[in-house]
């Protein structure tokens, strides 16, 4: 919900920078000035979680096996809380007391660790259910996470938080197709690249020619709709959650809004916020309560 997948697979928009206490993972709500006190250990946790994993993922030189082998370390800690046992790391010590103070279901720990694990060997997605699916395991469990923190276990609620999270990390794929097809990664869907004649070497080369526009508009428009469906969700939830869940709502629009700009063409003008959004983006946020 509040944002949505990981470090290089989630960098889903710097829309949650200025709520950021650790810059590092730019898209995770830690240490917001929204965030009531009592959350905030909580959130630290899970985030901690979160960043080291996808550095496991992602970071340094070690060899595909290694990564995943990593990961299945993860994996057993879950376990151990799982069978209520004592972890043996500290990182996943502390996640145990949140996790059982909070009573946090452990399937989107395991969803996040699945996603990780998938980046380390799949690298092109066929289609746009793919890429669906992805988002359904590097994404959604944050929001699934944060309305757990909440209490909030509402079946609508939880529906709308992953159309939330997965136009967020969508707007992440649309905005960094450079940045990932130097890391050897495509998220966008192959047939539809090759509906629309484009090749890799055409982003190879970034070159925003020919089908690129319509065939960006589209992967625009079907986020623009994704994201609406979960807009509501801004105002079933009340209080500081809301508003801040309304701040993110607003930020994804701004991003695709200027993606519309420039007619997808994120090679000379990768979209940003700027103060001036902000502002907006705030006070649109205290009106739609």
Not at 73 to 94: A, S, V
Not at 220 to 234: D, S
Request: net charge positive; glycine share 4%.
């Amino acid at each position: 919900m509040l944002s949505a997948s990981i470090g290089k697979k989630s960098q889903i928009l710097s829309i949650l920078q200025n709520f950021m206490a650790i810059n590092h993972y730019e898209n995770f709500p830690v240490a917001s000035i929204l965030l009531p006190r009592r959350l905030r250990r909580a959130v630290t946790a899970i985030y901690r979680f979160a960043r080291t994993a996808d550095d496991i993922a992602d970071e340094g030189d070690a060899s595909p096996a290694a990564r995943l082998a990593a990961l299945d370390g993860y994996r057993t800690e879950l376990h151990l809380i799982q069978q209520k046992n004592t972890p043996t790391t500290p990182l996943f010590t502390e996640l145990a007391v949140i996790i059982t103070k909070h009573q946090l279901p452990l399937q989107p720990f395991y969803d996040l660790l699945d996603a990780f694990s998938q980046d380390v060997v799949k690298t092109r997605y066929a289609n746009f259910g793919e890429v669906m699916d992805y988002c359904k395991k590097s994404a959604n469990p944050v929001g699934r996470l944060m309305l757990a923190l909440y209490q909030e276990h509402d079946p609508r609620s939880i529906a709308y938080s992953d159309a939330i999270c997965s136009a967020l990390q969508l707007i992440n794929f649309i905005q960094d197709v450079a940045i990932d097809y130097d890391k050897n990664r495509i998220y966008l869907p192959q047939d539809e690249l090759a509906q629309y004649h484009i090749s890799e070497a055409q982003i190879k080369r970034h070159d925003s020619s020919g089908t690129w526009s319509p065939f960006m508009l589209m992967q625009i428009e079907r986020t623009r709709k994704l994201l609406q469906a979960g807009a509501p969700l801004g105002k079933v939830l009340k209080g500081r959650i809301g508003l801040e869940l309304r701040m993110i709502i607003m930020g994804g629009s701004t991003v695709l809004e200027k993606l519309h700009h420039v007619r997808g063409d994120i090679y000379q003008q990768r979209p940003v916020l700027v103060p001036r959004d902000w502002l907006n983006m705030l006070y649109r946020a205290v009106r739609a309560k």
